[in-house]
């Protein structure tokens, strides 16, 4: 849904709530930013799939007829469109606070404050603590994670690239998204390939640069019966055992020594080790984390991934 179409909607439920009496389509055009005033029929046919949509998501239209008005009238009894009483037992707003603590540091953490904050301001109780000394975080630092959390919501078929698992080759792949799900720290796309004509896992580390969107909304339908969590426990692509050269400054990487195969002695302060790794990522990861004691030398794609994590880390 465009911009301007979501104002024109929320505009429309906002003066339909504020009136004190129905208001005609006439009085609507006039009131609402965004209608077309040129043309009757536009405007007519824009007003009727407004309200159409309106009540589609649940918002109650009433249509009034005076017999003394030519034109019928209409408004949103506000006793109608709001919310019941909500009503929470300990332990449920015990869930809600610990939910809202595992978001606390992801991507969804602004939705799960806002949600806790409105709640508090229809007087029902939450417990932000109630997770006491238990602290879960769900991390969604990856990239791709906003772009398909939303392709999966609006089960819309998304394209990317991706890099296989213990490959430097990156092919393009388009999927109908079934679900993201994390495991073991990190986050998985399971849906159907298109491209194999198969069901496929994808670890959103691996996907290089933008997600697109493709075709319209409601395309995807998922099948009866998916658990995508059972998807992820299927293996993606066997992943070989493969050999990482690096330089460790002298005196540092202790544990990076400890499970090197080989290790030689350089000069200028530097040391030349090999390590056996199989996912370029996670190899990465750790290699970053030691900042500038260790520069990896070989493979390229683990050369590049280390690069990316240090310019994600600047930026």
């Known amino acids: ?26 009085q609507i055009r006039q009131a609402v930013p965004g209608y077309d005033r040129d043309g009757d029929e536009a405007f007519q046919r824009m007003f009727e799939r407004d309200k159409n949509e309106l009540r589609e998501i649940g918002i109650p239209i009433d249509v009034v007829r005076d017999p003394w ?12 469109y709001e919310l019941p009483e909500i009503t929470l037992e300990a332990d449920e707003a015990a869930v809600l606070g610990l939910a809202a603590q595992v ?47 939303d392709a999966v919501r609006d089960r819309r078929v998304v394209r990317f690239d991706y890099r296989s698992a213990g490959s430097e080759n990156v092919r393009t792949r388009t999927v109908e998204p079934w679900g993201v799900v994390s ?4 986050w998985y796309l399971a ?13 959103l580390s691996r996907i290089i640069g933008q997600v697109a969107a493709v075709g319209r909304p409601g395309a995807v339908e998922v099948p009866p019966g998916i658990d995508v969590r059972e998807m992820i426990g299927f293996p993606e692509e066997p992943m070989e055992e493969r050999v990482a ?7 540092a990487g202790e544990g990076l020594r400890q499970l090197a195969s080989v ?53």
Do not use: H
């Not at 008005?69 to 109608?80: K, L, V």
């Not at 508090?120 to 975080?137: F, Q, S």
């Open 1 to 26: 849904m465009s911009r301007r179409k979501t104002e024109r909607l929320l505009n429309l439920v906002i003066c339909l709530l504020a009136t004190r009496r129905p208001l005609s389509a006439e």
């Open 69 to 80: 008005e030519d034109e019928p009238g209409y408004r949103i009894e506000r006793q109608s």
């Open 103 to 149: 978001w606390q540091r992801a991507s969804l953490a602004e939705a799960a404050s806002g949600a806790l904050l409105k709640l508090r301001a229809g007087g029902v109780a939450t417990d932000a603590a109630g997770g006491g000394a238990l602290e879960l975080r769900v991390d969604t630092r990856d990239p791709a994670f906003p772009a398909l959390w």
């Open 183 to 186: 495991r073991r720290g990190r």
């Open 191 to 203: 849906g159907f390939d298109r491209d194999r004509d198969a069901p496929r896992a994808f670890r």
């Open 245 to 251: 050269t690096l330089r460790v400054r002298q005196g």
């Open 263 to 315: 290790t030689r002695a350089g000069g200028g302060g530097w040391d030349e080790v090999e390590l056996g790794f199989s996912d370029p990522e996670r190899l990465a990861g750790w290699i970053a984390s030691m900042g500038s004691d260790v520069e990896l030398l070989d493979p390229p794609d683990a050369r590049e991934a280390v690069i990316r994590r240090l310019k994600g880390a600047l930026a």
